[in-house]
């Protein structure tokens, strides 16, 4: 099968000339602090993950954006590509084991290597309670939020190995503050705290460090249904005395963090971007 | 399908006379806290599952045993008939649609209802890692430990609503402080919390309660490899100040409690019982 | 100094005639599951401690009753020994160092040791916000709220020795989930999780069992500013689908049941007694 | 109103060229991403407070380094700018309010407001045990580790507001896994955690963000007595995974993270730098 590669001569990545908001407002020339750096961040077409791609990009990685759709990839690379960043786009369906393997082979193919992998991918069919949710959709809930993440990172992991980078998950304050609507999906969330708590142990001796991101409510199209909901909103905000609605660029800003030395010492820890915290 | 009942007659429960050790100490009667209620204990053939059975059945509940193979049923079922408590087995493999729609048959028909579920099946399979794990472990781990006390439950409820009842899940203390050589199974203990906590919302109004017991290291086939490792016991002591190897016992004593009246106003809790405890 | 015990006579104690509720439903005769045994519970005037001391009571144990002022304490004990219970009062306000030792020497001269020692006592000023608390405000509430119970069990642990007893401190839901006017009382009740923790390290090789009753919202005067504040209470039960507001008793069966040989593998652990959960 | 560089007298601040290293291998400019910004720092004179204090300055603020010793506030702020860095010093023993003020009294002399207060200062009498400290260490523990932080916030907060601002307590992970050796500061320590949360909401509606540094074993004098213990060390590091003991550095980055723009939607939280994580 064809890569379904979106921009494609291997000489890209060089060109890179994206520089981050932050970067720019330091005069910061050429060079980000993730320079030469290669990152992969799934789900990356638009919300957080997006954001995340961008951010990683400004920041002087090079950076493969990817999502379940060719059209998405396609626009998504394209608006990065105008920004003078370096990304290359693939489709992935984490769930599926060729999309991986597609995956790792893009990053074989134009970049070498792997640092960072942001497993910003996951569904959410909002199946209204845990009680009705059905096999199926606890499969689908379970593969693609839980078992694609450590499935992806297996396979990328020879490729990232003596490169002494980061895994980034991304669960979500439902994992510690269960929405009784969001059924399945909260323990999925759930989860994803602990897989980020034992691949930490496995990856320490290789020098990889894994961290979770754990968004609050973040302006995207998946969080609508909350933040357009104005009781559940109010409530919401008065109840953690939250001041504003996330941004994604806001989620971005800690995944660079953790991606960079200044995180090097941190490993295993779930960090809320949610305008409140919610656990001791 | 004929049920796979291992003790048949219908008038059996009514001949409970089983007594816990609690109980004859303080001379009590025929009549134990939890006496004409009725409980499923999944995983009860052996180990912790088995020592509920006993438990509940002591405290003078009507119990139905169950586990994957018919001669364990058997043994179970008549151990316990021995010490004259109420019993009745049927084969679950809690992962099979079909298996657990049995013992949901076994339920309605023995016991006309139900209060008390206690999810103490599980498998762990020591994949050594979890990105060692192929997809097919995985599947199988959240599987049977995770989708299938949510699916049980589900088709249990039905049975159990209006008796303001208890469900007690099982994870484990690698859910909090992951063992690095059990992969997916600390994951699929994470997720236990999260699903305690779910339930626990989602029942509330139903006066179902949902709470989790947490063993620790306890005298078990399943913790033989971790008791039985010198090195790793020791040390495992000296960090926890844990005095003694758990007993299937002391994991019986919580379970007894949360399904009493004394508990009516906890759920969604998480409790170790381990020697120490890993959280705050 | 003389002791300025409320009830007086040598005696005392072996006339227990106290029965649980739970045991007189059951047909328990005279000895309870906490018979011979002896129980301190501080600030068990009113509220979640009388309600404790009277199960412990009940639950066979001696009870020795204290809080700060001596008219409260005896009414206390007179209602408490009218149910035929075996208690003894003195006056102790637990932040004082000579009440302390007073309390010591009655529990030497009447009980000839300790078993339980359950830490009730504790204050709430209410201050409004952390920030605006004053230096008097933060000595008062960590004096009372966290120092005493340590200093306390100090003084009474050479009293405990050797008989394998159990320790139980009393923090509350704000520790988890801040109340915003509860100031420096929230961070009083989040040091006692820790103080559970630490001191749960310590006595384990005493065999002496430490655990933390996390009360939610309670009927009691303490509460009232909170289940009478009926826009609050809606909200709490709806955010948290409470269904209920808990009563002293059911602070009261976990307390019986953190004493009692079922809990003896469960130790360092703080357990909500809330109408829901709020941490992993 | 003088303006807010503390040029005033002594010429402090005017020198200010301190470029951090991560700014100086990127080539940026004089000015860094806290340019203008104004930070106290409690407890700066050597160890983890030091390496805050220096790498703050790096990022361009203007900051106020302070101990309990006159010699060591020069010794440290000669050092300091030595580097070129704009600070300037005062004695500080957080314990006493007239040292509160006079430290209130140089921000406001020097700086004109203040945006960030680090408060790094505390004590760690090492009692050995909690039953075994006496109500002076008990008073001195509390005083320094947790009133001192909120009273100094207090002080400071007329000139934090409006500035959008953040606070950084700092916390240890002897508040989640207590070091039994360690008595009352592991209380004290997570007493913190507690401290963040309650001060996240109530300066939540002022923008002022709070969250706390979470240290595991840092290459501190402080730690020697852990790091140099070498079957201590041994083992910590093989049960945690843990690859190298943290460095100063590891802490300051983590601080300079949370008061830059990308950590504006996180607060209440508290992050661990350990090279491992201790809870969900």
Chains 1, 2, 3, 4 share one sequence.
Not at 193 to 202: A, H, V, Y
Not at 221 to 242: G, L, M, P, R, T
Request: include cysteine; charged fraction near 20%; glycine fraction near 10%.
């Amino acid at each position: 099968m064809l890569p379904t590669v979106a921009c494609i001569h291997r000489g890209l990545f060089r060109s890179c000339a994206g520089l981050s908001v932050r970067m720019i407002s330091r005069g910061i020339g050429q060079k980000g602090i993730l320079a030469n750096r290669v990152a992969v961040v799934t789900g990356s077409t638009d919300g957080i993950g997006f954001a995340i791609a961008r951010r990683l990009a400004r920041d002087g990685a090079h950076v493969v954006v990817s999502s379940r759709k060719q059209q998405n990839v396609d626009r998504a690379v394209a608006a990065l590509q105008g920004e003078g960043l370096s990304v290359v786009g693939t489709v992935c369906h984490v769930g599926k084991a060729e999309d991986r393997e597609r995956l790792v082979d893009t990053v074989v193919e134009h970049c070498g290597g792997l640092d960072f992998l942001v497993c910003s991918a996951g569904v959410n069919p909002l199946v209204g309670s845990t009680l009705g949710a059905s096999e199926q959709v606890w499969d689908k809930i379970l593969e693609v939020n839980v078992k694609a993440p450590a499935l992806m990172l297996s396979q990328l992991l020879p490729h990232m190995e003596k490169r002494g980078g980061a895994v980034i998950l991304v669960s979500s304050v439902s994992a510690y503050v269960p929405h009784v609507e969001l059924g399945p999906y909260n323990i999925s969330k759930t989860a994803l705290l602990g897989l980020t708590r034992t691949l930490s142990l496995e990856l320490a001796p290789k020098g990889i460090r894994v961290n979770c991101l754990v968004p609050g409510i973040i302006k995207t199209d998946f969080s609508k249904v909350a933040y357009k909901n104005e009781v559940f909103w109010n409530n919401f905000k008065e109840d953690h005395k939250v001041q504003r609605i996330g941004q994604p660029e806001d989620c971005a800003g800690l995944v660079s963090f953790l991606c960079s030395p200044d995180a090097s010492y941190i490993t295993g820890e779930n960090i809320a971007v949610a305008g409140f915290s919610s656990r001791l």
